[in-house]
């Protein structure tokens, strides 16, 4: 049986270079971003072609310099941020 998990953008964490922990991490391009004002939210396309939305706050006037369209990105979540959706 097939199953998908879903986990909301806010839950997921984004950055340059990977994360210490493998677990629930994955890598990809940024296609896109939104700022938003007080939030930026990352479209990073991983190796199969899958869109996954990342939103960091904004915290200070640097935070929206976090990563530039082209970028390679790295994502992770806690295994707890997931909801298994099945498909």
């Known amino acids: ?6 986990v909301r953008p806010e839950k997921i964490d984004i950055a340059r270079e990977p994360f210490a922990t493998s677990e629930n991490q994955l890598q ?9 004002g007080d939030l930026s939210v990352y479209k990073v396309r991983d190796e199969h072609g899958v869109i996954v939305k990342a939103s960091v706050a904004n915290k200070d006037r640097h935070a929206s310099k976090l990563l530039h369209r082209g970028d ?3 994502l992770r979540f806690a295994p707890e941020a997931g909801v298994m959706v099945q498909d």
């Open 1 to 6: 049986q097939k199953v998908s998990i879903a």
């Open 28 to 36: 990809g391009i940024v296609a896109d971003i939104a700022y938003l």
């Open 72 to 74: 390679k990105a790295f």
